[in-house]
């Protein structure tokens, strides 16, 4: 088997020049192990694909026109034959599996990530066509751009104001959908300072290609300074605002807002689901990261 850095550079290079290579360079522990599934369910694949190329090679030379091969008209059976069409198809769904297994419940995107440090939570509205993120221990929130602390543990709770939508950081944590009336779950962290791309990746109407955030993982101390920064700005996301602000619109610019109407979220969430949906802290089954 080769080895994992070897298939990540050789997989790079086969997506050189493409977004999907992002996934391939992660910047968190989440996405690193999703790279690692990536390359496991590659390794697998080529465990199928690499036998059936060499003896379709091998098949084609052997019996070619101009090699008189054995010819068997009788032949009918051969437990050998039988053993290896059933034994190695066996192992493979078994391998793919214990893989399947594992990998669902480690990358859970509801289970939070082991950190001594208290996880940050962050409520995150898609809309048309841009992204909101309110802080609610904080009091601020921001448009387009969604600042963290890297090393610290990041709780996203998400949903939707529009039709539903597909929340994606390739460089930190797998996707998940946001829809109205339901709120899902995303745990993620960054390694490291850094500026990284997100996105909605299920179509949602005329400005879907450019419904891009930035995020921005600091250390703590430039953390405090966004959100000092952030509560001096002079909008505040009230209801009338906030109502302005779920208009359809495109390429939004980063806006920040110093001060957010409590409840906000579960607000956006009862206005479709009800008042019992809002609290229930999974109104929607996790979705699988892809």
């Known amino acids: 088997m080769m080895h994992r850095a070897t298939l990540a550079a ?17 910047k968190g522990p989440i996405a690193h192990a999703e790279r690692g599934l990536l390359i496991d369910a590659f390794v697998v694949m080529m465990a199928v694909i690499v036998p059936v190329i060499i003896m379709g090679l091998l098949f084609a030379w052997r019996y070619r026109a101009s090699r008189n091969a054995r010819y068997e008209p009788k032949w009918e059976y051969s437990a050998k034959v039988d053993a290896v069409v059933w034994s190695i198809p066996a192992l493979i769904v078994i391998a793919v599996a214990v893989l399947v297994w594992r990998s669902t419940h480690k990358l859970d995107p509801y289970r939070e990530i082991a950190s001594q440090a208290s996880p940050l939570d962050i409520q995150v509205v898609a809309q ?18 969604m600042a963290i602390p890297a090393g610290r543990p990041i709780s996203l709770r998400i949903t939707s104001d529009t039709v ?20 899902t779950r995303l745990n993620l962290l960054a390694d490291a300072p850094g500026r990284f791309v997100g996105r909605n990746t299920q179509y949602s109407g005329g400005g879907f290609s450019d419904q891009f955030f930035e995020v921005v993982a600091l250390s703590p101390t430039e953390f405090d300074t966004w959100v000092a920064n952030a509560k001096q700005a002079p909008a505040r996301l009230d209801s009338p605002t906030y109502a302005k602000l779920a208009e359809k619109s495109r390429l939004n610019p980063i806006a920040y807002y110093s001060a957010v109407e409590p409840r906000l979220f579960d607000t956006i969430i009862e206005k479709f ?8 802290g999974h109104g929607a089954s996790p979705s699988p990261r892809r």
Not at 128 to 145: C, H, R, S
Not at 164 to 181: E, T
Not at 273 to 280: F, L, R, S
Request: aromatic letters at 12%; proline letters at 6%.
């Open 10 to 26: 050789l997989l790079a290079f086969l997506a050189g020049g493409c977004d999907r290579a992002v996934v391939l360079n992660p």
């Open 128 to 145: 048309d066509w841009k992204w909101l993120f309110i802080y609610p221990e904080q009091g601020v929130a921001a448009v387009n751009q």
């Open 164 to 183: 539903m939508n597909s929340f994606y950081v390739p460089a930190l944590a797998g996707q998940i959908y946001a829809m109205a009336g339901m709120q």
């Open 273 to 280: 689901a009800g008042p019992h949906a809002a609290h229930a």
